[in-house]
């Protein structure tokens, strides 16, 4: 598949993901995340948004989990502040 398809499909997967966050439903962000997984690649923006549905649920191994995918994924870490 070409770079920009790839690119484009994991933007469509990370808006549905931003509103389930954004509308609170925690679940909802997991199952779409299960989902995107069986075809796309997650990239740091996917991460975020599955981390925060995890810690609002307080689901401490899970997020143990996907921090672990993280790494393993290769994505760089991005910290605000100086």
Wanted: aromatic letters at 8%; one cysteine or more; charged letters at 15%.
């Amino acid at each position: 598949m070409a770079p920009g398809i790839v690119q484009s499909d994991t933007f469509a997967w990370n808006w549905r993901l931003a509103r389930a966050v954004k509308a609170g439903q925690n679940e909802k962000t997991i199952e779409l995340f299960q989902e995107m997984q069986q075809g796309m690649i997650p990239d740091t923006f996917t991460f975020v948004c599955v981390l925060t549905s995890y810690a609002c649920i307080k689901a401490l191994e899970a997020g143990r989990n996907i921090h672990t995918k993280v790494l393993q994924s290769g994505c760089e870490s991005t910290v605000c502040g100086q």
